[in-house]
């Protein structure tokens, strides 16, 4: 069971690019995030203005852990550089930790 996520809030670096954004995010980014030790699924989800977009990673360690895999990724080189994404400013990064679960 996944105890941990990872909420990044990014979004084109214009509004022509938006595909290429998608294109980027579907082939080749999400790949790479699940090819890291512990990090299980990605959901993406759309700003109600369309501006920006939410990715919901599902990670089943610690929050230490995961940031420590995905740092070693980053510095392995086996994370792509971003394609058509805003850098300035740049995207939104905040883990999560499971506090509680209620299930209907």
Do not use: C
Request: negative net charge; charged residues 25%; hydrophobic residues 40%.
């Amino acid at each position: 069971m996944a105890t941990t996520l990872l909420l990044v809030e990014s979004k084109p670096i214009a509004p022509q690019r938006v595909d290429e954004y998608h294109k980027w995010h579907e082939q080749i980014h999400i790949p790479e995030m699940l090819s890291v030790d512990g990090f299980v699924s990605a959901r993406r989800w759309r700003a109600d203005n369309g501006e920006s977009f939410v990715t919901l990673y599902e990670i089943d360690t610690d929050v230490d852990t995961a940031r420590a895999n995905l740092k070693a990724a980053l510095q392995g080189g086996q994370m792509s550089k971003p394609v058509a994404v805003e850098t300035q400013p740049p995207p939104v990064m905040r883990y999560l930790s499971l506090v509680d679960e209620t299930i209907a």
